[in-house]
């Protein structure tokens, strides 16, 4: 069915003079139940009819009528609470998943990754496809090398009280996991398109 919907993750790697290390391209299966909620909550221009968990693992009810700013995943670098974010999980991704876990920290100490600014691309078409892309890299500075087993998308979203919190609206396992040595950097990629 070519007028299908489709999500693809591309995540590679290079070293820090830009070498190029690897690559892996995969069709991303796993919007989960916020991302729903989210869109129930745009199309009517309303508050969702039910409630999901935030990435902090409490119950909210997602409301896009309160704030311009709704949905977001531009994040700055740095900040982890939206964007694109990766962890060293490897649990079966289910639609009811909230949060990446563990979700790999920004930072040089063990265990953590540079998290750049997360891009989002304009949208764009060819004769024949709408595209729109969302990126991030993340720079190895921790003296060791880190296994990615999981990434995902978290989006900053309004809830019924004019609040902003977190929600995870995709969740992709990577199988097998991909080791980002130390001094390397990895860019993710997620390409959402549709053929006419």
Same mark, same amino acid.
């Given at each position: 069915m070519k007028d299908k919907l489709q999500l693809h993750l591309t995540l590679e790697c290079r070293d820090r003079n830009g070498?190029?290390?690897?690559?892996?391209?995969?069709?991303?299966k796993s919007f989960v139940i916020a991302y729903f909620r989210n869109?129930?909550?745009?199309c009517i221009?309303?508050? &969702? *009819?039910?409630?999901?968990?935030?990435?902090?693992?409490?119950?909210?009810?997602?409301?896009?009528?309160? /704030? &311009? *700013?709704?949905?977001?995943?531009n994040a700055i670098a740095g900040n982890t609470n939206y964007g694109i974010?990766? /962890?060293?999980?490897i649990g079966a991704v289910t639609p009811a998943d909230y949060r990446l876990f563990p979700l790999i920290s920004h930072g040089v100490a063990p265990g953590n990754l540079q998290y750049a600014a997360c891009a989002v691309g304009a949208a764009t078409t060819t004769v024949t496809d709408s595209l729109l892309t969302i990126s991030r890299a993340f720079t190895n500075a921790s003296g060791g090398a880190i296994t990615v087993n999981e990434i995902g998308i978290y989006a900053a979203c309004y809830i019924s009280t004019g609040a902003t919190e977190y929600f995870c609206f995709v969740r992709d396992?990577?199988?097998?996991?991909?080791?980002?040595?130390?001094?390397t950097t990895a860019t993710a990629t997620y390409t959402l398109s549709a053929t006419a």
């Amino acid at each position: 069915m070519k007028d299908k919907l489709q999500l693809h993750l591309t995540l590679e790697c290079r070293d820090r003079n830009g070498k190029f290390l690897w690559k892996v391209r995969r069709k991303s299966k796993s919007f989960v139940i916020a991302y729903f909620r989210n869109l129930e909550s745009l199309c009517i221009y309303s508050t &969702a *009819s039910g409630t999901c968990l935030t990435t902090a693992g409490v119950a909210r009810t997602i409301s896009a009528t309160t /704030g &311009a *700013s709704h949905g977001q995943v531009n994040a700055i670098a740095g900040n982890t609470n939206y964007g694109i974010v990766v /962890g060293t999980g490897i649990g079966a991704v289910t639609p009811a998943d909230y949060r990446l876990f563990p979700l790999i920290s920004h930072g040089v100490a063990p265990g953590n990754l540079q998290y750049a600014a997360c891009a989002v691309g304009a949208a764009t078409t060819t004769v024949t496809d709408s595209l729109l892309t969302i990126s991030r890299a993340f720079t190895n500075a921790s003296g060791g090398a880190i296994t990615v087993n999981e990434i995902g998308i978290y989006a900053a979203c309004y809830i019924s009280t004019g609040a902003t919190e977190y929600f995870c609206f995709v969740r992709d396992l990577v199988v097998p996991g991909r080791v980002i040595n130390n001094g390397t950097t990895a860019t993710a990629t997620y390409t959402l398109s549709a053929t006419a």
